[in-house]
């Protein structure tokens, strides 16, 4: 039976490769994200391959998230595998110089976001003793670097929570997995840098970044594992990139 993937943050990067990656091998696919448009141009593009239901909502909002949740039909309820993927570093600045809107965007999203989606969808998997729940989590929840503040506490934070829900969870027959990437070129770093291209350009500069793609393929292989088998905890680094911060450029 096909299994139903719901991926939160869809509409971009990682997200939105992981749903063209799945899409292609069959996988039902519940694609979110804040942007209607891009969702609705998605959805038409993958249901040639599968099928498709899109959500609209924020995961900040908690009464969204769980509403959206709520809108699901009937056959589309059964989630075997959420991929709590949505989130954005905001700001780049000193801990006594960063923006608090911008701790609090980064808390709201990256970890009660998180959470909140987690909530709405677990009870089921609960009930059902099945299912496979993917945090992305980042080199930046294994490693704090200068300026990355709240954004590392943020991941931190999701690397706690995971090893966690693990424990919770194992008597319930689910899977908890974490992935941390490091540098991914994607709408991250414009977001980082409230849409200033120069500097966001500058993050990928000198070497080859990984893609969405490349992680997409690696939570393609994760969730494909026979049901014994849980890849719990993965680092996953550009070949020029050694630590958060040490990477090789070329001059
Ligand atoms: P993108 O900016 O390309 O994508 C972020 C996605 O998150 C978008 O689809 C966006 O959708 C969604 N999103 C952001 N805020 C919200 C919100 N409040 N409610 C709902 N959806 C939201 O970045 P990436 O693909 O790189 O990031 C995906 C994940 O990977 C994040 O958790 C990030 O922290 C993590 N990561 C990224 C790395 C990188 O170097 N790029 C490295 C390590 C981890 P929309 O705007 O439509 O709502
Ligand atoms: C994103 C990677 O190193 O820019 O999580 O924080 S980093």
């Known amino acids: 039976m096909k299994k139903t993937v719901l991926i939160t943050g869809a509409t971009s990067g990682i997200g939105k490769a992981t749903a063209e990656i799945l899409a292609s091998d069959n996988y039902r696919l519940i694609i979110c994200g804040r942007r209607q448009d891009i969702l609705t141009a998605l959805a ?19 009464q969204e998230v769980f509403d959206a949740i709520d809108s699901l039909p009937a056959d589309w309820k059964d989630v075997d595998i959420l991929i709590n993927n949505a989130g954005n570093a905001h700001g780049f600045d000193p801990i006594h110089e960063a923006n608090v809107d911008d701790w609090e965007a980064m808390i709201d999203i990256n970890l009660k976001g998180l959470l ?15 299912g496979h729940i993917i945090n992305i989590g980042s080199i930046a ?15 931190y934070a999701v690397d706690g929570l995971t090893k966690s829900m693990r424990q919770d969870l194992i008597e319930h027959n689910i899977k908890v997995s974490e992935i941390k990437p490091g540098l991914v070129n994607t709408e991250f770093s414009n977001v980082r840098f409230k849409g200033d291209e120069e500097k966001s350009a500058k993050v990928y500069e000198g070497f080859d970044p990984l893609t969405g793609s490349d992680i997409a393929e690696i ?6 594992r026979p049901a014994h088998v849980n890849l719990a905890d993965m680092l996953i680094l550009p070949t020029a990139q050694a630590t958060a911060t040490m990477v090789h450029r070329k001059k």
Do not use: W
């Open 44 to 62: 038409a593009k993958l249901s040639k391959s599968t099928e498709i239901h899109k959500l609209c909502f924020d995961v900040s909002q908690k």
């Open 141 to 155: 929840g294994i490693e704090p670097y200068q300026k990355g503040g709240v954004y590392n506490a943020s991941k």
């Open 219 to 224: 939570i393609h292989f994760i969730i494909s």
């Open 116 to 130: 909140y989606v987690t909530k709405a969808i677990l009870p089921d998997m609960v009930d059902r003793k099945s």
